[in-house]
T-cell receptor
Framework: KAGVTQTPRYLIKTRGQQVTLSCSPI?????VSWYQQTPGQGLQFLFE???????NKGNFPGRFSGRQFSNSRSEMNVSTLELGDSALYLC???????????????FGPGTRLTVL | EDKVVQSPLSLVVHEGDTVTLNCSYE??????LLWYKQEKKAPTFLFML????IEKKSGRLSSILDKKELSSILNITATQTGDSAIYLC?????????FGSGTRLLVRP
């Protein structure tokens, strides 16, 4: 079974631009969660999508948004990039929604975003 | 405000030693606590603990939740250099997912 894949793996943008990151979950998984990891703040939860609906949301500004498609693939968009958005963005998939059940999630390799 | 605190922040041991990592929490509505190991890549799942208090084991690793102390420990016995990593705990609280800052473990030969 293929694991979680994320594209692109690396990305360099400048302040003010926007970026879209993609995550393909493990086949059969319907939940996709997004996280931001930085040296200063550690790992922080952005949001979770399940069956094309956002189920949970962390404490991030509205510049961070996402969506999920019918095939469970998910995209995350960050608009008006700031220097502080430089981070490793991880997505994780699981079979059940984190809202409904306790279950293991599998992480992708991440997208490293650098904002100049 | 919900929070998760891991201790120690870092730890250096020698192969064969036993280590105990701690994750303490203050959350409004505890649902589960998860442990992850993160090496150079993304975190990999280790254990999930619920309020049942049942200890989880996998080889040399074990973990248990103490509901009264609002904490969990992760034990690693007979450590190996391959155990060197950052160990993260994650709390699921009212559907908010909160990570601790992690414990960086270095196991020297």
């Amino acid at each position: 079974k293929a694991g979680v894949t994320q594209t692109p793996r690396y990305l360099i943008k400048t302040r003010g631009q926007q970026v879209t990151l993609s995550c393909s979950p493990i086949s059969g998984h319907r939940s996709v969660s997004w996280y931001q990891q930085t040296p200063g703040q550690g790992l922080q939860f952005l949001f979770e999508y399940f069956s094309e609906t956002q189920r949970n949301k962390g404490n991030f500004p509205g510049r961070f948004s996402g969506r999920q498609f019918s095939n469970s693939r998910s995209e995350m968009n960050v608009s008006t990039l700031e220097l502080g958005d430089s981070a490793l963005y991880l997505c994780a998939s699981s079979f059940y929604s984190r809202q409904g059940s306790h279950n293991e999630q599998f992480f992708g390799p991440g997208t490293r975003l650098t904002v100049l | 405000e919900d929070k998760v605190v891991q201790s120690p922040l870092s730890l250096v041991v020698h192969e064969g030693d036993t280590v105990t990592l701690n994750c303490s929490y203050e959350v409004t509505n505890f649902r589960s606590l998860l442990w992850y190991k993160q090496e150079k890549k993304a975190p990999t799942f280790l254990f999930m603990l619920t309020s049942s208090g049942i200890e989880k084991k996998s080889g040399r690793l074990s973990s248990i939740l103490d509901k009264k102390e609002l904490s969990s420990i992760l034990n690693i016995t007979a450590t190996q250099t391959g155990d060197s990593a950052i160990y993260l705990c994650e709390l699921d609280s009212s559907y908010k997912l909160i990570f601790g800052s992690g414990t960086r473990l270095l196991v020297r030969p």
